[in-house]
């Protein structure tokens, strides 16, 4: 009988779904090797996102779990779990997205973390070109009572330049109110730029201002740290296999300032992630 009711859910999900994908990645994290500039050593990262939708609406899953190893023996390393959910209305010309981040960590400060988002958008087709705006709004708490609110207006453009090329831009400013921070009020922004020519696709992208706290990948990603986030750059490579089977690779380099600590240092980021949709 239990075996039926399953079977009926998974029969119900495909035949109501128009698309679902999922995205296993991975990677590893490398911070600045002198003891002056960071207490960390490396992290690994890995998770899985999955999305199940038709034309108007979309369902986001994200699950990530990080290990973060400190130089000093003496320093118990860091474990974290983050949990995320987001669902997404589209319509003609607007669409709106709400959901939820939830963080579990052994960090006696930003640990039991809880961000609520939702965000409001429009878009713009003129021939085979299309433009997106709209802002996001975020809000995370932790159980040590320490909270943030952030704003993030963003744009983008596709251009399709031929039959082969194609073209992608991109700029986010993020705005956050931190009462519980050195500072009342933090601005960052990020922008790329994508090329795209048959089957492959090379973004290049760049970060300035300060962030702290922050929330990045439309609620997905959650900078839950205390250390300043600055300037920064990245490239990311792509392959699609099918239209339904993409490979991709990136490599990205953040400077930060981390509590307590007064020298700026930079760390590195490696990640691999394979989209499949059916």
Excluded: C
Aim: charged fraction near 20%; glycine fraction near 10%.
């Amino acid at each position: 009988m239990i075996k039926l009711f399953l079977l009926s859910i998974i029969l119900s999900v495909y035949a109501y779904a128009e698309a679902i994908s999922i995205l296993p990645y991975g990677g590893n994290l490398s911070y600045d090797g002198d003891n002056n500039k960071s207490v960390k050593e490396r992290a690994s990262l890995y998770g899985v996102h999955i999305t199940k939708g038709t034309l108007e609406y979309l369902l986001e899953f994200d699950f990530l779990k990080t290990d973060i190893r400190h130089k000093d023996v003496n320093l118990e390393n860091l474990s974290q779990n983050d949990l995320s959910f987001a669902y997404g209305r589209y319509f003609k010309s607007y669409m709106y997205r709400g959901g939820f981040h939830y963080i579990s960590t052994n960090d006696p400060i930003l640990g039991g973390g809880f961000v609520g988002f939702v965000s409001l958008g429009g878009y713009k087709y003129l021939g085979y070109d299309k433009y997106t705006y709209g802002v996001e709004a975020y809000y995370s708490r932790y159980t040590s009572r320490v909270a943030v609110t952030q704003f993030t207006p963003y744009f983008t453009a596709y251009n399709a330049l031929s039959l082969y090329w194609g073209s992608g831009f991109s700029v986010k400013a993020n705005y956050q109110l931190t009462p519980d921070y050195v500072k009342e009020s933090y601005l960052s922004f990020d922008v790329s730029e994508t090329l795209y020519y048959k089957s492959i696709y090379l973004t290049l992208r760049g970060y300035g201002g300060e962030m702290v706290t922050g929330v990045k990948d439309s609620g997905f990603t959650v900078i839950n740290t205390q250390d300043l986030m600055k300037t920064g750059y990245g490239v990311k490579f792509g392959y699609h296999f099918t239209p339904a089977a993409i490979f991709s690779l990136s490599y990205d380099v953040n400077n930060y300032e981390e509590i307590d600590l007064i020298e700026e240092g930079s760390s590195s980021l490696v990640m691999a992630s394979f989209y499949y949709g059916f």
